[in-house]
């Protein structure tokens, strides 16, 4: 470390505030409890304090801030979805992203790079014909291109994929983006708490109190609080939430690896993903490739790495990359992904008043972030879902009303 660094870091001339408070105690009652320390949680409880003026509001994480699915993804932004209900919802998540390092004072690096979906089959490249035309119809930037396009853009990829799965074409989505998630979630909650909420860490829910149908509290690990509104976003952790509450859902929890290489010069632009080889990779600012692939094939409430990952998408990367071959791989990890049958979420009012539910993200939550601090805060300051997420409410699988997202979400991450 530099001197001139080291000095300015031991001086007490320019102290640096910490990012939020760590309260002593939970109060006895709030207006309000958000469970989950993620990036939905403190999200929700930013936009409850900034837009509705709800501050007697408690946040309360098990493990520590954005350490769950926050922590454990890849990073990608983008809106080129396949449905309309989810292409204007995640269109509006990528219109707040853009302004979010102003609102935090703080630098999220958000970064737009461009993002390739590439097709390898005849059925592949009509499907992304197919969520071209869908977004386009929506006002979303998307469009089919060749293979020379593509080339242009990442002339290092062999398109031949070493003769395993020539790439046809691809979905060119321009706003796709990456961002630092450790960023997102500090941000969200220095200014929930500058707002006045109270977020509290290693603080574990072990149950919900509910009479009557209706929340009347929440029991933790460092003592009983009384609340009428209960937020649950805790991910793959849901269903064990779902069952202090006496409400079924759909959900399965399946393992999501990914891992990142050592640092390099750049020379990845864009964002590519593709569904056939299983892989979606792009590069950070520090220089590392981020990468990452499908679900691990076993339901399983862990987040274990496994090396059967590791060689498989290391092969695929090769197949696209093969100079690739010398890289090393400096960590991996896995995240718990929350899956529903139509591959879009859940959200909103539950049968339990006062009980709001934000799930069901399975690969794709953290893009949607900003849009779902700002729906679910409306939601619970108004108890009444929000237009963007109206369709994407709990009971639409007791109504057989599905959505059917899968085919624009279940790799491209």
Same mark, same amino acid.
């Given at each position: ?53 709800? $501050? ?13 699915? !926050?922590?454990?993804? $890849? ?16 269109? #509006? ?8 390092? &102003? %609102? /935090? ?10 993002? /390739?979906?590439?097709?390898?089959? %005849? @059925? $592949? ?8 035309? !869908?977004?386009? =119809? ?10 020379? #396009?593509? &080339? ?11 003769? =395993? ?23 969200? +909650? ?5 707002? +006045? ?31 009428? *509104? ?6 793959? /952790?849901?269903?064990?939430?779902? &069952? ?9 929890? =399946? ?11 750049p020379w990845l632009n864009p964002i590519i993903v593709s569904g056939n080889l299983h892989v979606y990779v792009s590069q950070t600012a520090r220089g590392e490739l981020v990468m990452g692939a499908s679900l691990d094939p076993y339901e399983l409430h862990s987040t274990r790495s496994t090396l059967d990952f590791t060689e498989e998408l290391a092969a695929h990367m090769l197949d696209l990359f093969p100079f690739l071959s =010398? @890289? ?19 959200? +909103? *009012? !539950?049968?339990? @008043?006062? /009980? ?57 991450h």
């Open positions: 470390m530099p001197l001139n660094l080291l000095r300015f870091a031991l001086t007490k001339d320019h102290p640096e505030p910490r990012m939020f408070r760590q309260p002593d105690r939970l109060k006895s009652s709030y207006d309000a409890v958000i469970i989950g320390g993620g990036g939905h949680g403190l999200a929700a409880a930013y936009y409850l304090a900034r837009d509705y003026g709800m $501050t007697d509001v408690a946040v309360l994480e098990r493990s520590y801030l954005g350490g769950g699915n !926050t922590g454990r993804n $890849t990073t990608i932004i983008r809106s080129n979805y396949l449905t309309p209900e989810g292409v204007k919802f995640y269109d #509006e998540s990528v219109r707040l992203w853009q302004d979010l390092s &102003q %609102d /935090f004072d703080l630098n999220l690096f958000y970064s737009t790079r461009g993002h /390739f979906t590439l097709a390898h089959t %005849d @059925a $592949t490249l009509r499907t992304m014909r197919w969520r071209a035309e !869908t977004n386009k =119809h929506i006002g979303v930037n998307s469009e089919l291109v060749s293979p020379d #396009e593509i &080339q242009e853009a990442c002339p290092q990829m062999d398109l031949t994929c070493n003769g =395993h799965a020539p790439i046809l074409g691809a979905l060119y989505h321009a706003p796709g983006s990456i961002a630092r998630h450790d960023a997102v979630a500090w941000g969200y +909650g220095r200014g929930a708490d500058q707002r +006045g909420v109270e977020i509290h860490q290693q603080t574990e829910v072990l149950g919900i109190q509910v009479k009557s149908d209706r929340v009347t509290g929440v029991e933790t690990s460092r003592g009983t609080i009384e609340t009428p *509104r209960v937020l649950c976003a805790v991910a793959g /952790f849901t269903p064990r939430l779902l &069952q202090m509450v006496g409400i079924r859902s759909p959900l399965y929890v =399946h393992p999501l690896q990914a891992l990142v290489s050592e640092p390099m010069k =010398h @890289a090393k791989i400096v960590r991996q990890w896995a995240g718990m992904a929350d899956m529903t049958p139509d591959f879009a979420p859940m959200m +909103g *009012r !539950t049968p339990i @008043a006062g /009980f709001y539910l934000d799930a069901g993200w399975g690969t794709w939550g953290f893009k949607a972030t900003p849009v779902c601090g700002k729906t679910m805060a409306y939601t619970v300051a108004n108890d009444r879902a929000h237009e963007l997420i109206q369709d994407f409410s709990i009971d639409r699988f007791t109504r057989y009303e599905l959505i059917g997202e899968k085919g624009a979400a279940s790799v491209a």
